[in-house]
Each structure stands twice: as structure tokens, then as C-alpha cells.
């Protein structure tokens, strides 16, 4: 049977639910934004939603609800076909998901983030999350660092930013049909390098001390592609999805052998 709530009828998912109270629902997140000239606006979503689909299919006891593929992405804004939501609408749209499947009977969430920039957001949503919900295990996880070792151990660029090696490789893996690899390319302006060595890089000067929040893509890159597209394949790609894959299988048994701890009050 499907790990796609979508694809499930009620009955079916009743039905699985009954069978095993705890089953674990993982609720991709995504985002509708520029990748440069060469990857599609959903490329977030689609990764992500790939991920998951994948996790859940190698244990049982894991479905998926269906991908929310819209995100935060105001830094995005000034390339065409971006798509952001404000933080406070992705708080409550996140939180009326999982109060439905809630109050069907669910205590078992993942939230995973395909999409850097929702991740704040999203921490804040599965904090109001657990508050209402106490006597449910509601985890979140951020896709990027499922496999940050993973993608370094195959990267030529030394860059893993946006639109770039990894984020290349990993979508020609997954949808080579959607990625123009002829329009890939490399583009690290001197803006985007400063700002990347400084605030984002291992051993920045600032890393870790203080964030001054995402800057305006268009000021970093005129192109979108901030590190270097050109070096991307699919033999890459498929190590890095598969890296990701190993993290995740081992987050959601994790997620499922959670005890439930409740005030002793």
C-alpha cells in the first residue's frame, strides 16, 4: 500500500492507524523559489518530497502527508516565479496540519525541511506544536544536514550554498528531465564569497556569534546560482540523496521508539 497519505483512502488510513497507534506521519516542507537558469522553482519541494516518499518506503510503520511547497523565501523575491509566505503563515498553516491528523488519532510527527529559510520558522511551529499536542512526539529536521559530510566527500567546489554543486547534483538524480544542464554554471561573485567565508563557512569569522539573517539573493548573484553548478552530475548526486536517506531511516525509528514524556504533575 502507498506511504502517500494522498493516495490513501480513509478507510485505508484508518485502518493503518488502527493497526499500529504508533505510526509515524513525516510532513515534507518546501519552497517555490529561483535555482538559477538551470534548476526549476521547486526544486526544494521536490527533493524533499522524494526523501521522504523514499524513507518511508524502506520502514514499515511510516506515511507521509503531502508536501507543503511553499516556503519562506523573501531573499528570493526579486527572481520571477518566487513564491514566499510570511513566517506567521507557515506557522499556522504547519500547526492546522497537524492538528487534523491529530485529532484522527496521529502521535507520532516528523517535519522534514527541504528549505534552509523555513527553518526558523518552522522550529517556532513545532514548539507550539508540542505545547498543544503534549502527549505527542513531534520532531523536525532540516534536509541540508542530513548529509552535510556526505555532499563534502564529493564536492570539487567547496561550496554548499544554493543552486549550486550539491543542490545540481541532487536534483539530477532525482528529476534529470527538469534540470537545463546546459544553463548550469559557476557564479560566486566577491559579495557572495565575502559574505559565505565570513558568515556561513566552517572557521568564518563570525560563524556561530550572530546572524544578520539571509540577504537579498539579487545582491550576492545576479544568476541565483551562488557556488558552482558546472561541477554537478548525477553519480554526485546519487551519494548525497543516499547519504541523506541513511540519517533519515535512522531519524524515523528514533522518532517512532520516542517514550512521550509528560509532567509528573
Not at 73 to 78: G, L, P, S
Not at 233 to 261: C, F, Q, W
Amino acid at each position: 500500500m502507498s506511504v502517500r497519505l494522498e493516495e490513501l483512502t480513509w478507510e485505508e488510513a484508518a485502518g493503518r492507524l488502527a493497526a499500529d497507534p504508533d505510526l509515524v506521519i513525516m510532513l515534507p516542507v518546501g519552497s517555490t523559489e529561483q535555482h538559477g537558469p538551470h534548476l526549476p522553482l521547486g526544486t526544494d519541494s521536490i527533493n524533499v518530497d522524494h526523501l521522504c516518499a523514499e524513507a518511508a518506503g524502506r520502514l514499515d510503520g511510516v506515511l507521509m502527508a503531502p508536501c507543503v511547497s511553499y516556503g519562506i523565501a523573501h531573499n528570493h523575491i526579486d527572481f520571477q516565479g518566487t513564491v514566499t509566505l510570511e513566517p506567521e503563515t507557515l506557522i499556522q498553516l504547519t500547526l492546522d496540519i497537524l492538528r487534523s491528523l491529530y485529532s484522527h488519532g496521529f502521535r507520532r510527527f516528523l517535519i522534514v525541511n527541504g528549505h534552509g529559510g523555513n527553518n526558523d520558522t518552522l522550529d517556532v511551529a513545532a514548539i507550539k506544536a508540542r505545547k498543544e499536542m503534549g502527549d505527542a512526539v513531534i520532531g523536525h529536521c532540516y534536509s541540508g544536514a542530513l548529509a552535510r559530510t556526505g555532499a563534502a566527500a564529493v564536492s570539487e567546489s567547496g561550496i554548499q550554498y544554493h543552486a549550486d554543486e550539491a543542490e545540481t547534483s541532487k536534483t539530477l538524480a532525482v528529476r534529470p528531465d527538469l534540470v537545463r544542464l546546459d544553463k548550469a554554471k559557476r557564479d560566486v561573485s566577491p559579495a557572495f564569497d565575502a559574505y559565505y567565508h565570513r558568515y556561513y563557512a566552517p572557521g568564518g569569522d563570525m560563524t556561530g556569534l550572530v546572524s544578520y539573517g539571509l540577504p537579498p539573493t539579487i545582491c550576492l548573484s545576479q544568476s541565483g546560482v551562488m557556488g558552482d553548478a558546472g561541477v554537478a552530475n548525477a553519480e554526485k548526486g546519487a551519494h548525497i540523496v543516499e547519504s541523506y536517506l541513511e540519517t533519515l531511516v535512522t531519524i524515523l525509528r528514533d522518532v517512532r521508539d520516542m517514550p512521550v514524556l509528560k509532567p509528573l504533575r
